[in-house]
């Protein structure tokens, strides 16, 4: 097992290094000047050439890329063209919120779909099969950002029970991590269900029958178990995507996230911001995909990793 970890993260390497000149190469090719911006609209030829240079940006492109690479490898992010800040800590103060939504988000997605699943596979082709397949359909059907907005319309102008936005205390949380989860929940309901009913028409399912077992000690026992695989995919991969889909609600909720961050950094060309940011996305669904492969050998003790 420790040599599989080892061999994979030793394999991320050369991965890592093609993510980070695609980004690196998708911000130079999109259209804008960053020394423009940030010598501002009045500013002369010489002024705009002085700013270039102080970017870095009369370097040749190979030259620029391993000064971006050197930067990265010590931690250094760069500047904020808008603020001046340091990126990272512009990042810093944005991630935690962020993280906390993802995580809330993802957490009762879990739970509600794996009850939701495993509620439909036992009563399948009856009536709470049925409603349960009827709510994991809608859920994905409905876009977050209109989900948000719905919510923002019923619980915070109607009801007044949470604000309408920011992220001051627990019950900011609560209805942006229902948007943001509400498609993720479906997903993992849908998955639980297939997987779970394929699991039940196992030969050791029958055998546990036959040796008289119950059917909660069937279903959670042993049946659960195995179908979790599938749905542990699922998850992770949507935990890596939610980081970077938490944008659209964000900016629906107002939430000090990084998902603002970023749509506030694209509106005014903010190029180190933008870089940053898309590059800890792709970074975190990697590292996200290495987790979903270690906790395969916890749920299957059949995976075995040479």
């Not at 000149?21 to 002369?44: Q, S």
């Not at 690479?69 to 001046?84: A, N, P, Q, R, V």
């Given at each position: 097992?420790?040599?599989?970890?080892?061999?994979?993260?030793?394999?991320?390497?050369?991965?890592?290094?093609?993510?980070?000149?695609v980004v690196f190469m998708?911000?130079?090719?999109?259209?804008?000047?960053?020394?423009?911006?940030?010598?501002?609209?009045?500013?002369?030829?010489?002024?705009?050439?002085?700013?270039?240079?102080?970017?870095?940006?009369?370097?040749?492109?190979?030259?620029?890329?391993?000064?971006?690479?050197?930067?990265?490898?010590?931690?250094?992010?760069?500047?904020?063209?808008?603020?001046?800040?340091?990126?990272?800590?512009?990042?810093?103060?944005?991630?935690?919120?962020?993280?906390?939504?993802?995580?809330?988000?993802?957490?009762?997605?879990?739970?509600?779909?794996?009850?939701?699943?495993?509620?439909?596979?036992?009563?399948?082709?009856?009536?709470?099969?049925?409603?349960?397949?009827?709510?994991?359909?809608?859920?994905?059907?409905?876009?977050?950002?209109?989900?948000?907005?719905?919510?923002?319309?019923?619980?915070?102008?109607?009801?007044?029970?949470?604000?309408?936005?920011?992220?001051?205390?627990?019950?900011?949380?609560?209805?942006?991590?229902?948007?943001?989860?509400?498609?993720?929940?479906?997903?993992?309901?849908?998955?639980?269900?297939?997987?779970?009913?394929?699991?039940?028409?196992?030969?050791?399912?029958?055998?546990?029958?036959?040796?008289?077992?119950?059917?909660?000690?069937?279903?959670?026992?042993?049946?659960?178990?195995n179908s979790l695989i599938?749905?542990?995919?699922?998850?992770?991969?949507?935990?890596?995507?939610?980081?970077?889909?938490?944008?659209?609600?964000?900016?629906?909720?107002?939430?000090?996230?990084?998902?603002?961050?970023?749509?506030?950094?694209?509106?005014?060309?903010?190029?180190?911001?933008?870089?940053?940011?898309?590059l800890l996305f792709a970074?975190?669904?990697?590292?996200?995909?290495?987790?979903?492969?270690?906790?395969?050998?916890?749920?299957?003790?059949?995976?075995?990793?040479?």
């Amino acid at each position: 097992m420790w040599q599989y970890l080892v061999k994979r993260i030793i394999s991320l390497i050369p991965l890592l290094l093609v993510v980070s000149f695609v980004v690196f190469m998708f911000i130079h090719i999109i259209p804008g000047d960053p020394a423009r911006l940030l010598a501002g609209k009045e500013a002369t030829v010489e002024e705009v050439e002085m700013a270039r240079q102080s970017l870095g940006l009369d370097k040749p492109l190979y030259e620029q890329y391993f000064v971006y690479l050197k930067g990265l490898l010590s931690g250094d992010l760069g500047y904020s063209i808008k603020s001046g800040a340091p990126v990272s800590k512009l990042i810093g103060d944005r991630i935690l919120p962020t993280l906390g939504l993802t995580f809330l988000s993802i957490l009762w997605a879990l739970i509600v779909g794996i009850l939701l699943g495993i509620i439909s596979a036992v009563f399948r082709n009856r009536w709470p099969d049925h409603l349960g397949m009827f709510t994991a359909v809608s859920g994905i059907s409905l876009p977050n950002f209109w989900v948000g907005l719905v919510l923002i319309q019923l619980f915070s102008v109607q009801l007044g029970i949470f604000p309408t936005g920011g992220a001051d205390g627990w019950k900011s949380y609560i209805m942006p991590s229902f948007a943001l989860g509400a498609g993720i929940m479906a997903m993992i309901a849908r998955f639980t269900r297939s997987s779970l009913v394929d699991s039940m028409k196992q030969d050791y399912i029958r055998m546990g029958r036959a040796k008289g077992l119950g059917s909660g000690s069937i279903v959670f026992g042993h049946a659960l178990k195995n179908s979790l695989i599938p749905v542990v995919t699922v998850a992770g991969l949507q935990f890596g995507f939610l980081l970077g889909g938490s944008v659209v609600v964000e900016t629906v909720f107002s939430f000090p996230g990084l998902g603002t961050l970023l749509i506030d950094s694209i509106q005014f060309r903010d190029y180190p911001v933008v870089q940053a940011e898309i590059l800890l996305f792709a970074v975190q669904f990697i590292l996200v995909n290495l987790l979903i492969d270690i906790v395969y050998s916890f749920l299957n003790p059949k995976i075995r990793y040479e």
